[in-house]
């Protein structure tokens, strides 16, 4: 079983870009879907990007997802942050199965989930 802990949250002012990272242990995050997922106070959790393997799929343009060399840390590299885009961040893994395609953008289809970290965007 895989775990899961974000970093790199913080206070910055809009236009300003941060980087999340995603580490894993237990388990390499290799045989993984890797989404990365954000919640503001009173809102749905929404997906932003997700990774399988070298394929990712964003949701939110200014946001990019990749992984280390060792693969066993995913970043999400932040850009041209917006108010709005405060909120707290959280990755999520799902076991890559068998002839599986593409990352899944849901968050009910994560199994695992890190304690997420605080992204505030305000000046």
């Known amino acids: 079983q895989v775990q899961l802990v974000e970093s790199g949250g913080d206070l910055v002012q809009p236009g300003g870009s941060l980087r999340l990272s995603c580490v894993g242990s237990?388990?390499?995050?290799?045989?993984?879907?890797i989404g990365w997922f954000r919640q503001a106070p009173g809102k749905e959790r929404e997906g932003i990007s997700c990774?399988?393997?070298g394929i990712s799929s964003t949701i939110k343009g200014r946001f990019t997802i990749s992984r280390d060399k060792t693969g066993n840390t995913v970043y999400l590299q932040m850009s041209a942050l917006k108010p709005e885009d405060t909120a707290h961040y959280y990755c999520?893994?799902?076991?890559?199965?068998?002839?599986?395609?593409?990352?899944?953008?849901?968050?009910?289809?994560?199994?695992?989930w890190g304690q997420g970290t605080q992204v505030t965007v305000s000046s």
């Open positions: 999520a893994a799902k076991p890559v199965a068998p002839l599986s395609g593409a990352c899944p953008t849901r968050k009910e289809d994560y199994a695992y």
């Open positions: 990774i399988t393997r």
């Open positions: 237990g388990s390499t995050l290799d045989t993984y879907h």
